[in-house]
């Protein structure tokens, strides 16, 4: 797996987001790219558009910012072929995903002209390769980086600086998966891609189990009586919290974004009396010295992912498959005992059950003319079931349950990841 990291991709991801979410600062906490369900109450706006448009047209993100980006990106291709024939390459007019990009644009006759990018040009492009790019939240070095090769081997692994922006950066074509963290052994649910699974519209189409070994890190020559400080992300501070404590150190425990970029952090401020909780990756890549290993609290700990995609899988039935859905109600407790028993009386196991509460974020539910209302839900139910959409018993389960709620939507259908895994070291 290739690590893209922003300077080396020529494209700041990072940035290239940022810009666009700073120039839609109306609303600077919406996503760019909302949900179609979801009734934006600041905007009193109903977006009923597809996963890139916008039909009410606010400034979360209306089809003419997609378009700029899609823009920005072409532009900076232009922009990096022209360096590349300034400084001794061909004198010919290049071409951007087989669009000419000619300097002089009055020497081109007519029926040479650029044409307008299309969303086939933007992926795959040429100007990433035949690689699948892959988007995960942190540095490289992260564990997020290591799923991401575990789930696409030969990816191109883009990092992003939030869970939002690897959700954005596959709807806006810059990466073509994402892969996200969802669910650890010891610290349980990550709550916050549950909630932007729902606010966005991608499909799960895989998951990945990642064990995670977790080391002490500091930069070479600090010993442990020096510290007094440990940063980390803070799932994998909940998972060395034992083992902190049993190690004798007095250090106070600090949440930075992800593991890796608290080794990273250590090294470029040279911070001798703090160490980081990450990967042995990680300190081969920053140049820190492995001062524990094997630090979580237990052998087996284990991190689920999601692989994300802008379409869903076709659900089969030849190999174990995993349905997740997510649905609401509003007619009393007894419904989640009819929707559990929708699946206990066809014998699908459920793997994992997760509620999040949604007071404040109404839905818009359709009907079958087609006319929207907002709905109010107190909670919003996840649930996997071991079975495939293929299947018909899990077919006449969600029929059942469609029944019993008033909001049901299936986040995707995928082989389950059955790869024995032990706890030894991955990295
Ligand atoms: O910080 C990282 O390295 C990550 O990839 C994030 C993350 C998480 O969000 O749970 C992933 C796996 C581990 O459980 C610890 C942290």
Known sequence: MQSLTPSSSGINLKSLIRTKIRSNRVNPIQPVITCVYRFDAANAAVNTGTANTNSAGHAGGSRADWQSSCAILASKVVSQQQNAEKSGGAGNITAVNGHKAAIDLDLVPIDNQPKPLTITDLSPAPMHGAQLRVAYQGVPGAYSEAAAGKAYPKCEAIPCDQFEVAFQAVELWIADRAVLPVENSLGGSIHRNYDLLLRHRLHIVGEVQLPVHHCLLALPGVRKEYLNRVISHPQALAQCELTLTKLGLNVTREAVDDTAGAAEYIASHNLRDTAAIASARAADL???????????????????????AREPIIPRTDRPFKTSIVFAHDKGTSVLFKVLSAF???????????SRPHRNRPIRLVD???????????YMFYV???????????????????????????LGSYPMDMTPWCPSRED
């Open 286 to 308: 920053y140049g820190l010295q492995i001062l524990a290993e094997g630090i979580q609290d237990d052998s087996s700990n284990v991190t689920r992912f999601v692989m994300l």
């Open 344 to 354: 206990a009386f066809r014998n699908i196991s459920l793997t994992k059950i997760e």
């Open 368 to 378: 079958d003319a087609n006319v929207g209302t907002a709905k109010h839900f107190e």
């Open 384 to 410: 996997d079931f071991e079975a495939s959409m293929a299947d018909v018993r899990a077919q006449n389960a969600l029929a059942e349950v469609q029944e019993f709620t008033s909001f049901l939507r299936v």
